[in-house]
Each structure stands twice: as structure tokens, then as C-alpha cells.
């Protein structure tokens, strides 16, 4: 195996392993468009961190979790429903990111690299922060498990249970963010969110608890990212989509499978 691709499997696994359990989250809590209101404002936090030139993932993260602390104030203030607000964030992120970066002459930018990905350009320092995001990201997963999983049945009944709904509620967002944030060097701004959404949701057809589905979506998104590179390979497609359609196919296989919940 060449390096390159080497390295490609290291971080897609690395992101498997996360997107699993907390892809269960945004599928049990509906949380999808939320992935993709910070999936389309981690464009501007591309920008911004050219504009103050650093890191653009350092932007990225700055801007997303931004955005998820906005949503968790605003969230509370209830005049304003949660799609309009979101769908208000999203698309005004990302035009005023498509504008800051029309007057930046000097600047030259991959787009679509960074709209689609661009895994097989990993070094092994990418590989390394994908799997330290990943690791950071299941820990406190891990430590705030049991609240989270709660408010995804019932947040009243969570609230009765003595767990606080509120930070839970913030912590789960950051945590999107943050994953946001890692994902993008990955698949890309357009894809990220199917790639926390799909192999979730093809698993929840084959679990009985929710361990064994945020287990089993790591397994389904591990075997996309392989699946993915072998065809970009063999096929010389681009890598990111074609993760995200063996996901896909992987869901559909699923959704065929006997027995298992509906």
C-alpha cells in the first residue's frame, strides 16, 4: 500500500470512530441540519483565519463552536423556531464567507478541496490530529454519555432523572462542532454531515441499545472510509464522495438486511 493511502485509512478510521457514537446523537435528537449549518459556516472560518492568518482549521474551530454557543443561547429565547434560525445561520455564514473571500485577491484557495475533501492529501500530522480531536471528542463523550442519551428519549425526563439538560444540550453542540471542524480535511464542507448521519442511521436498523449502535455506526463508517479508497482507487474518483456513497450503499444494505428494528 503506498503511504499516501496509508495515511488516507488512518484518518478516515480516526473519524469513523467518532462519527459513530455521535452521529447516533444527531440522528436520535434530529439534529442533522444543525451539521449543516455548521458545515456550511466552517466556509467563513476558512476565511477568517486567513484574514488573520492563521491556520484556516483554527478559524474553522473558532467559527463553529461560535455558532454552536449562538445556537445554545438562542435556542432558550423559543421566539424563533429552531429550522429558521438555523437555515438564517447557515446560508448567511456561507454567503458572507463566499464575499470575504471574493476580496481576497492574494489569496489563493482550493475550494473545492475544502467544499469536497481531500483525504489522500493527509500527512501524517492530519492523521494524528484527526485521531487527538477524536480521542478528546469520545472522552468527554464517555463522560456525559449517560445525560446525553437521556435528553435523546425524553429532555423533561431527563431533567427529573437530575441530569442538566442545559449543559448537556451545549456540550452535545460543541461536540458537533468540533467533529465539524476535524471532518473537513476528511470529506469536506458538503459531505460531512451525511458521514455523521449515514452510517448511524443504518445502524440503527441492526441495534437493540444504544451502545450497540454507536458501536455499530463506527463499524459501518470504518468500513465506508476503506470501502471509499479502495474505489477512489481503483476507479479514480474523488475520494470524499466516494466514501460518502459506500455509506450509502451500506445503508441501503441495511435497510434490506432481515430481522433487526425497522
Do not use: N
Not at 446523537?25 to 442533522?32: D, F, N, P, S, T
Not at 484574514?51 to 443561547?73: D, E, I, R, S, T
Not at 476507479?235 to 460518502?244: C, L, N, W
Amino acid at each position: 500500500m503506498d503511504e499516501f493511502l496509508l495515511r488516507a485509512v488512518v484518518a478516515g478510521l480516526g473519524l469513523a470512530t467518532v462519527t459513530g457514537p455521535l452521529g447516533c446523537l444527531v440522528v436520535w435528537r434530529r439534529m442533522a441540519y444543525f451539521g449543516d449549518a455548521l458545515a456550511h459556516s466552517a466556509l467563513l472560518g476558512i476565511v477568517v483565519g486567513l484574514l488573520l492568518g492563521v491556520a484556516p482549521l483554527v478559524g474553522v474551530m473558532a467559527v463553529c463552536v461560535a455558532v454552536a454557543l449562538l445556537l445554545a443561547g438562542t435556542r432558550r429565547d423559543g421566539r424563533l423556531a429552531s429550522d429558521s434560525l438555523l437555515g438564517i445561520l447557515a446560508h448567511g455564514a456561507l454567503a458572507l464567507g463566499l464575499v470575504l473571500l471574493s476580496t481576497m485577491d492574494r489569496v489563493r484557495l482550493d475550494l473545492m478541496g475544502w467544499l469536497f475533501g481531500d483525504i489522500l492529501a493527509v500527512s501524517w500530522g492530519d492523521a494524528a490530529m484527526v485521531w487527538g480531536g477524536a480521542g478528546v471528542v469520545l472522552i468527554l463523550l464517555a463522560a456525559h454519555w449517560r445525560c446525553l442519551v437521556a435528553m435523546a428519549v425524553d429532555e423533561d425526563l431527563a431533567r427529573v432523572e437530575g441530569h442538566d439538560v442545559g449543559r448537556g444540550r451545549i456540550v452535545l453542540m460543541l461536540l458537533v462542532a468540533l467533529s465539524v471542524a476535524v471532518a473537513m480535511k476528511v470529506v469536506g464542507v458538503m459531505l460531512i454531515t451525511a458521514l455523521l448521519v449515514i452510517p448511524a442511521a443504518g445502524a440503527r436498523r441492526i441495534a437493540r441499545t444504544p451502545e450497540q449502535m454507536a458501536m455499530a455506526a463506527s463499524v459501518a463508517g470504518g468500513l465506508a472510509v476503506v470501502a471509499g479508497l479502495a474505489a477512489s482507487w481503483r476507479y479514480d474518483t474523488p475520494s470524499g464522495p466516494s466514501i460518502v456513497v459506500a455509506a450509502t450503499v451500506l445503508f441501503i444494505l441495511s435497510r434490506l438486511a432481515p430481522g433487526g428494528r425497522a
